[in-house]
Nanobody
Framework: QVQLVESGGGLVQAGGSLRLSCAAS????????MGWFRQAPGKDREFVAA????????NYADSVKDRFTISRDNAGNTVYLQMNSLKPEDTAVYYC?????????????????WGQGTQVTVSS
């Protein structure tokens, strides 16, 4: 049973930074792609970033490119999302997701497992 547990959310001022963590368990994730998505109130869930566990190949949404960095820690089975230069429009619940395969895709329906989410609020 795959379990994904996010942590690290909180309240931060615009221009600040946060690092989200996703602790993954229940599988050997070397054949998985891990993603971060977010959902703001009244909006659809949107892709933020994804990483292929085996090669660390990454993909980012244009809105976060050059501000956010996704990475993974093999030893700890943890995926991180370092978020810098945060903006009020980054406010959302952030979700960790996993899919079996190698394609670093952005579509939420392509991911098989989801965490419960962690709230990120950026004040202006």
């Amino acid at each position: 049973q795959v379990q994904l547990v996010e942590s690290g959310g909180g309240l931060v001022q615009a221009g600040g930074s946060l690092r989200l963590s996703c602790a993954a368990s229940g599988r050997t994730f070397s054949t998985y792609v891990m993603g971060w998505f977010r959902q703001a109130p009244g909006k659809d869930r949107e892709f933020v970033a994804a990483i292929r566990w085996s090669t660390a190949y990454t993909n980012y949404a244009d809105s976060v490119k050059d501000r956010f960095t996704i990475s993974r820690d093999n030893a700890g089975n943890t995926v991180y999302l370092q978020m810098n230069s945060l903006k009020p429009e980054d406010t959302a619940v952030y979700y960790c997701a996993a899919r079996l395969g190698t394609s670093v895709v952005a579509g939420a329906t392509r991911y098989d497992y989801w965490g419960q989410g962690t709230q990120v609020t950026v004040s202006s």
